[in-house]
Nanobody, 126 residues
């Protein structure tokens, strides 16, 4: 069993930055592939970024590549999402997701992630 707790959301003006954090609590010495997804009102949940448990593989949605950076602190089982050059269409609830005991990968497929956090709201004003 893994619990994920996100933090760092808020209100920011277009062009600004935010840093999201997600702490994963579960079996020690485990292999957590971690990812961020987001969901805007009336829209489907979409992939944002992912990072393998080894930390050497990252994957980004085209819409955020070059603006967002995913990283992790494996010792703390924490994943970060640095979001720069934010735009109003980045407004959404952002969810952390975890794949446990998998191969080291950064998959964009939601069904590969068994554990999900409660989400943190990001609002970007124009």
């Amino acid at each position: 069993q893994v619990q994920l707790v996100e933090s760092g959301g808020g209100l920011v003006e277009a062009g600004g930055s935010l840093r999201l954090s997600c702490v994963a609590s579960g079996p020690s010495n485990s292999r957590y592939n971690l990812a961020w997804f987001r969901q805007a009102p009336g829209k489907a949940r979409e992939f944002v970024a992912a990072i393998s448990w080894t930390g050497d593989t990252q994957n980004y949605a085209d819409s955020v590549r070059g603006r967002f950076t995913i990283s992790r602190d494996s010792a703390q089982n924490t994943v970060y999402l640095q979001m720069d050059s934010l735009r109003p269409d980045d407004t959404a609830s952002y969810y952390c997701a975890c794949e446990l005991y998998g191969l080291p990968r950064a998959t964009p497929t939601p069904s590969n992630y068994r554990y999900w956090g409660q989400g943190t709201q990001v609002t970007v004003s124009s």
